[in-house]
């Protein structure tokens, strides 16, 4: 072991040792690296600072994480280069990123990677704009004050108490001058409640419009030019800056999208994180984190208070509601009844079916249709949609046989193309099908069993002409509609903004969604609905949601009932009984089968471990020659930990025998099937 002596502070004295992290992404080279310091670059290295230096034959980029006053190892090489002596990795970004690596399998520089933007010279050069001090005065009312317990969490988050907390925020559109919902209007009283007790702040929300209009709010609130923000969207200058911002602690106020949860925020007072269940809060690259956790791991380390909010509660929220690491906050069901808009299933009785025997067949009954046309008379209408396009999803009239594309087996819809006329296409080659019949029973008649926003838009509209027809979906998303009678139909997650609140809102084919092969389809589906129902205006305004579904579903009846926490509290459950995540740890490995082959010959898993698979992912590989097969592996959550260090160990080793193939982990996947 080497030995430097470390300088006392004096003048000409300087650090000899600098630790590094490389960007080396090999498994068994995720360590840091001690490297000499040359007297020629002795004033310009600092904590965190990027530098370049020679590692195994190459340059390799890096950070200096530490100058110890003892190496590892006996022998040094040198320092190449300071690429800037602007720290950009903080020393208390360092435990989070390693912390981070550790509980997905992954390198400290796969974490890096995500945590720290690309330098930009010029800006980096520049001086920076100033950046007012928040000021927290004009904090608005409702919110978390109106909630149980709700103005005990602020008052702890103002003296500077660690205190973790999950908020089922009320599902109601507000009509008053401000129009802020009622979460938006909780996370600024705790960043409010942060800031008055002089502490930094991080928002963390799903997508740039959100970070938009809660950065606009803030900046309301806490004053113009205060609140800095993160995401994909910012040009590689504007991003930069304001990482720099926080990292100088000249932005105490950071709002961003998943990539802010690393960010150095100083003296961080809370962390707010809205709906979680959002899967763009998943990263999709290595080693696949996602803010929920990370955010939870930093409030843990920096001693902060933490706030999660959404209108539905995932399971993994309950399960630590559930073990008492998050204290719950909002309204009991019957009060959240009264003051959000009326739920109802368009056919929840006997009654009802005698009325119409046909509703339980129709895709719009006549409750559904009733609630469009009264909805009309008094504002716009939101139709929810599945799924985009015209006729998703095609069988043969005769015999019910699905569809495929007779060159590669996959799904065939309809597009339509005017006048009357549809084109059959593949949806994952492309190719147009003509002059089609089906191959087991000859008919050239066709049904449509999924129909799309377009379809339903165009039937819509001209059982209602006298109305202006809107139609959103991810292939043009409509960002807002008028206060005026519109109908509006949109798919998940591509709802306009209304003005002043929606008059009535229908959810169409509620049993698709609920079908899907997909562990979290119940989940998805509720979150989708509740966030339909807080775009809807309350009932004393009229307003009302009607879906169209298995009224007896138990999604559907806790949509009714307006109870996330029980809808939550059943969804763990089963998840416990069924043996998934979040009840059990579970490691998902993915690779074409000669390599996952291999990996499973080198991996030890512990001896309670269980394997399911592996199996051929479906649909994993459309246009591509080679399948990728995919291990899931579970264990005791209480045992979490030594699943993890052992999928680790065998990426490690079949890095260091350099064998041949890509294996993905992924440790709790959002996706199981």
Same mark, same amino acid.
Request: glycine share 6%; hydrophobic share 45%; net charge neutral.
């Given at each position: 072991m080497m030995t430097i002596q470390q300088p006392d502070g004096g003048a000409g004295t300087h650090p000899g040792i600098a630790r590094l992290a490389l960007d080396v992404y090999l498994p068994h080279l995720d360590r840091f690296f001690d490297y000499s310091i040359p007297d020629r670059l002795a004033q310009q290295v600092q904590l965190g600072c990027r530098v370049?230096?020679?590692?195994?034959?190459?340059?390799?980029?890096?950070?200096?994480?530490?100058?110890?006053?003892?190496?590892?190892?006996?022998?040094?090489?040198?320092?190449?280069?300071?690429?800037?002596?602007?720290?950009?990795?903080?020393?208390?970004?360092?435990?989070?990123?390693? !912390? $981070?690596?550790?509980?997905? #399998?992954? +390198?400290? &520089?796969?974490?890096?990677?995500? !945590? $720290?933007?690309?330098?930009? #010279?010029? +800006?980096? &050069?520049a001086e920076q704009n100033p950046w007012p001090a928040p000021d927290a005065r004009e904090v608005p009312g409702g919110g978390l004050t109106e909630v149980d317990d709700g103005r005990r969490f602020l008052d702890a988050v103002g003296q500077s108490r660690p205190v973790r907390a999950h908020w089922c925020a009320l599902p109601r559109w507000r009509s008053d001058e401000s129009g802020l919902d009622d979460w938006t209007r909780g996370f600024v009283q705790a960043v409010g409640a942060a800031v008055g007790a002089g502490h930094g702040a991080l928002v963390i929300v799903p997508d740039v419009d959100q970070v938009r209009r809660m950065r606009d709010v803030l900046r309301a609130v806490l004053g113009p030019g205060c609140v800095a923000e993160l995401h994909s969207e910012l040009g590689p200058a504007a991003r930069y800056r304001n990482y720099l911002a926080v990292s100088r602690g000249q932005a105490r106020v950071l709002v961003g999208t998943r990539g802010a949860s690393y960010a150095p925020v100083h003296d961080l007072g809370v962390i707010c994180l809205w709906d979680d269940g959002d899967d763009l809060l998943s990263?999709?690259?290595?080693?696949?984190?996602?803010?929920?956790?990370?955010?939870?791991?930093?409030?843990?380390?920096?001693?902060?208070?933490?706030?999660?909010?959404?209108?539905?509660?995932?399971?993994?929220?309950?399960?630590?509601?559930s073990t008492g690491w998050l204290v719950p906050l909002g309204l009991a069901p019957a009060r959240t009844r009264r003051l959000a808009p009326p739920v109802r299933a368009a056919i929840d009785s006997d009654?009802?079916?005698?009325?119409?025997?046909?509703?339980?067949?129709?895709?719009?009954?006549?409750?559904?249709?009733?609630?469009i046309r009264t909805g009309l008379l008094s504002g716009p209408v939101l139709v929810q949609v599945p799924r985009a396009g015209y006729l998703v999803a095609l069988s043969c009239q005769r015999c019910r046989t699905p569809v495929r594309?007779?060159?590669?087996?996959?799904?065939?819809?309809?597009?339509?193309?005017?006048?009357?006329?549809r084109r059959l296409t593949c949806r994952w080659c492309g190719r147009s099908l003509n002059n089609w019949s089906c191959p087991v029973c000859g008919s050239r008649e066709l049904r449509a069993p999924v129909v799309g926003s377009q379809r339903t838009a165009e039937e819509l509209g001209?059982?209602?002409?006298?109305?202006?027809?809107?139609?959103?979906?991810?292939?043009?998303?409509?960002?807002?509609?008028?206060?005026?009678?519109?109908?509006?139909?949109?798919t998940p997650g591509a709802e306009p903004r209304p003005e002043a609140g929606y008059s009535a809102a229908v959810l169409l084919d509620a049993g698709l969604m609920l079908t899907r092969a997909d562990l979290r389809a119940a989940e998805e589906s509720y979150r989708r609905w509740l966030t339909v129902v807080s775009l809807v205006r309350s009932g004393d305004q009229g307003g009302t949601v009607s879906v169209v579904g298995p009224a007896e579903e138990r999604t559907v009846q806790a949509l009714v009932r307006l109870d996330p926490a029980g809808f939550a509290e059943r969804e763990l459950s089963d998840r416990q009984a069924a043996g998934f995540p979040p009840a059990v740890r579970m490691v998902a490995v993915e690779a074409d089968e000669k390599t996952l082959a291999d990996f499973r010959s080198v991996v030890e898993?512990?001896?309670?471990?269980?394997?399911?698979?592996?199996?051929?992912?479906?649909?994993?590989?459309?246009?591509?020659?080679?399948?990728?097969?995919?291990?899931?592996?579970?264990?005791?959550?209480?045992m979490g930990g030594e699943l993890i260090v052992a999928a680790r160990r065998a990426l490690s080793i079949r890095s260091a025998r350099k064998r041949p193939g890509a294996v993905r982990v992924r440790v709790d996947p959002i996706e199981l099937f």
């Open positions: 370049r230096a020679r590692f195994a034959g190459r340059m390799a980029n890096g950070f200096v994480v530490g100058l110890p006053a003892r190496a590892e190892v006996d022998k040094l090489s040198p320092l190449d280069r300071v690429i800037s002596p602007e720290p950009v990795l903080l020393a208390q970004q360092v435990p989070l990123l390693r !912390a $981070v690596a550790d509980h997905y #399998a992954g +390198t400290f &520089a796969d974490v890096m990677r995500l !945590a $720290v933007p690309p330098r930009h #010279a010029a +800006t980096e &050069a990263e999709p690259r290595a080693p696949y984190p996602h803010a929920r956790d990370v955010a939870a791991l930093r409030a843990a380390q920096e001693s902060c208070a933490l706030l999660f909010g959404s209108y539905a509660r995932t399971a993994e929220m309950q399960a630590w509601v009654i009802d079916l005698q009325r119409d025997p046909m509703a339980a067949a129709a895709r719009v009954p006549k409750e559904a249709f009733e609630t594309c007779p060159t590669c087996g996959g799904p065939v819809g309809a597009d339509r193309l005017g006048a009357g006329q001209r059982a209602f002409p006298s109305f202006r027809l809107v139609s959103s979906s991810a292939q043009k998303v409509v960002d807002q509609v008028g206060a005026t009678p519109a109908l509006v139909v949109a898993w512990p001896s309670d471990a269980q394997e399911l698979g592996p199996v051929p992912i479906a649909d994993s590989t459309p246009g591509s020659t080679e399948q990728l097969w995919r291990l899931m592996v579970r264990i005791d959550r209480t």
